[in-house]
């Protein structure tokens, strides 16, 4: 079996959603899905083509590799490049596991678990009251999640200043006044609340503090058990980030922006953060994204994936969550976007009651439909040409 073509195509969503074909020459196919790319990671792949047809499909990591090392000095370590590798890499273990007969996470190694428990990131937002609150809490709960995350920041959703109290606040200072500090308390107040004591709430910063603000919050925060603070500092100072996670024992969590083992690597060794948060289609992939899974295991630290993809990205991070001992929880951010249930051939929701259930399909186990994925399809772009 030889690789004949990679070609891609790209839907809007959050941001731009990137699918990746691999084809061969005996008619079996692959599909990957890589976010956070843009344009530039279509060009990448569109140039790696030519390198990569007549390789067998089945030498997942080591083409993954070679592409990488053979273009460090392009951004082998962080960016476009790895999320264009990444994208090719998902849908190298789809066509791998269909040619095979068997599920991604059979190649990985076997599951741990059948089913991914999975955590709804929602939109509360700055300026609303408990009422308002509570309607999209109970939105939530009534969908049979157990886990939910909410955005504290200013900036959440796209609010402006003067459309949340009139607050004003220097958008390149990262000080939180009082104002602004207990405004934060009280929206997590007001969630944990509706969501009840049997609910885990997750709050994320966006890296919208320094180190005084965010060790003043996560204090402040300590008695409602969070399952964590997401990303309280800018997360390119790893002793920052360590300076906060030590001065409390509320939970902290980074790494959505990290690529590779290398970028997790001292954020693990120093112990920086409790929970780390890898985005699998758009870090390094299925493979990459296990090892950094191991790596964190060595420290007893949980792996709680960021994920803004469609059900394809989704379920091929599922299968790495299901193959690693120290999975937490899985994120789901389409409750209130377009083309989740439509954007592929099953027309179903492959969250059922808050969980992904795993089966025996070949491969990643959902198939893209071409038809609904063209009436998103991302302007200035082509369509698997």
């Known amino acids: 079996m030889k690789i004949t073509s990679i070609k891609t195509a790209a839907t809007t969503g959050h941001g731009m959603h990137l699918w990746v074909r691999v084809t061969t ?9 890589c976010v956070h ?45 790895i ?13 791998k596991g269909k040619a095979l007969g068997v599920p991604v996470n059979e190649l990985l190694g076997g599951r741990f678990r059948d089913k991914i428990r999975v955590y ?78 049997d609910i885990d709430v997750a709050a994320d910063v966006h890296t ?13 925060l300590e008695p409602y058990h969070l399952m964590w603070l997401e990303e309280p500092v800018p997360a390119e100072n790893i002793d920052a980030m360590r300076t906060v996670t030590q001065s409390t024992s509320l939970p ?14 001292e954020l693990l060794e120093k112990q920086a953060v409790n929970i780390i948060m890898p985005d699998i289609p758009k870090c390094g992939g299925l493979s990459e994204c296990r090892k950094i899974a191991n790596m964190a295991e060595l420290y007893y630290i949980p792996f709680a994936p960021h994920n803004v993809s469609s059900p394809i990205g989704t379920l091929a991070s599922a299968h790495v969550c299901a193959t690693v001992p120290n999975f937490l929880v899985l994120e789901y951010h389409w409750l209130h976007r377009d083309y989740w249930t439509t954007i592929i051939r099953e027309k179903k ?24 994925g063209r009436q998103y399809q991302y302007p200035g772009t082509n369509w698997f040409e």
Not at 83 to 95: F, K, N, P, S, V
Not at 157 to 180: L, M
Not at 252 to 262: A, P, T
Not at 354 to 361: A, P, V, W
Request: charged share 30%; net charge negative.
């Open 25 to 33: 020459d005996t008619g079996v196919t692959g599909t990957g899905e």
């Open 83 to 95: 999320t264009a590798l990444t994208g090719i890499e998902i849908a190298l273990w789809d066509l």
């Open 120 to 197: 709804a990131d929602c939109q509360v937002a700055p300026g609303m009251n408990f009422d308002e609150i509570k309607k999209v809490v109970d939105d939530v709960l009534h969908r049979g999640f157990t886990a939910l995350k909410i955005d504290v920041d200013i900036d959440a959703y796209g609010y402006r200043d003067s459309e949340v109290a009139h607050f004003e606040k220097d958008r390149f200072n990262y000080t939180a006044n009082q104002w602004e500090h207990e405004r934060m308390i009280a929206l997590v107040d007001m969630v944990t609340q509706a969501a009840g004591r």
């Open 208 to 220: 919208k503090l320094d180190v005084p603000s965010a060790i003043r919050l996560a204090r402040a």
């Open 349 to 372: 929701d492959i969250i059922k009651n808050g969980f992904i259930e795993l089966d025996d399909t070949p491969g990643i186990g959902v198939e893209l439909d071409e038809e609904v």
């Open 37 to 81: 790319g843009g344009t530039q990671a279509i060009a990448i792949i569109q140039y790696l083509e030519s390198k990569l047809i007549g390789r067998d499909p089945f030498a997942v990591d080591a083409i993954f590799e070679e592409m990488r090392r053979s273009h460090v000095f392009d951004g082998g370590d962080a960016g476009a490049l």
């Open 252 to 265: 902290i969590c980074s790494g959505e922006n990290l690529y590779l083992r290398h970028g997790f690597r």
